[in-house]
């Protein structure tokens, strides 16, 4: 009975990291050249070439890797609202042509956010400023804005603009998420680059989808409760 139990236990393990894995597979190859030119931008030595790896990054954005983190978003809400049995490959395309249009706006408003921010970031830190504390509450806060805009769009049938407008007002008022998703994505994102560098092909992407949308769902079914009561 409990080799049975065991069995069944690796059994379960085993087919959410294929789940993981797969998925974030999926996820790098919509956006290989964004993963080539990232790559690329850890070994060259140039700051010219740096600059103009980040622009060309930062002009693909919109059109890769907003439509492509949408979709993932997609894939792993079904996940957690308990529909596990979808097909990968096929529930990635239909969400990725579904919300083409709302996330490539979404980067056409978000990368120059994010450009702005990391430019005045590079920019204090140069002069040691204490503005940077600043800066990295903002970052914080754009982190918990985007990740929102995501599970906003794939969670909910509403206008671009509401979305917007409605990821905006989440991040400003749930600021345990705020912190929480902060805190995932720097030790997922420091566990990939420092202790186990195969988990940025094997699962990053999704496993930081993963715990954004879980920490969005359990905010939203809280608000839920509190108005049905």
């Not at 070994?43 to 010219?48: D, G, Q, R, S």
């Not at 919300?99 to 990391?118: A, Q, T």
């Not at 600021?175 to 929480?180: D, E, K, N, S, W």
């Not at 079914?221 to 049905?228: A, F, P, S, T």
Request: include cysteine; charge should be neutral; glycine fraction near 4%.
């Amino acid at each position: 009975m409990e080799s049975s139990t065991l069995i069944g236990r690796l059994y379960i393990v085993s087919e959410w990291i294929v789940r993981f894995t797969l998925s974030n597979i999926l996820w790098i190859l919509f956006n290989l050249p964004i993963a080539y030119l990232a790559f690329n931008s850890i070994v060259i030595n140039t700051p010219e070439q740096l600059i103009v790896n980040f622009v060309i990054i930062a002009l693909l954005s919109p059109f890769l890797f907003f439509p492509s983190t949408t979709a993932l978003f997609a894939v792993v809400r079904k996940w957690i609202i308990g529909e596990l049995d979808i097909s990968l490959i096929k529930s990635f395309i239909k969400f990725y042509k579904e919300n083409y249009k709302k996330s490539m706006f979404g980067g056409m408003i978000f990368v120059p956010l994010w450009g702005i921010l990391l430019f005045d970031y590079y920019y204090f830190s140069t002069l040691n400023s204490p503005l940077l504390y600043v800066f990295l509450l903002v970052s914080m806060f754009m982190l918990v804005f985007t990740t929102n805009f995501f599970c906003n769009l794939v969670h909910y049938h509403l206008s671009f603009l509401y979305v917007l407008k409605n990821s905006f007002l989440l991040s400003v008022g749930k600021p345990l998420q705020t912190i929480g998703i902060t805190l995932g994505f720097i030790i997922l994102v420091y566990v990939s680059f420092n202790l186990f560098s195969p988990l940025i092909l094997l699962g990053l992407g999704s496993l930081i989808a993963f715990l954004s949308f879980y920490l969005y769902y359990k905010g939203v079914e809280q608000e839920q409760v509190h108005e049905d009561s």
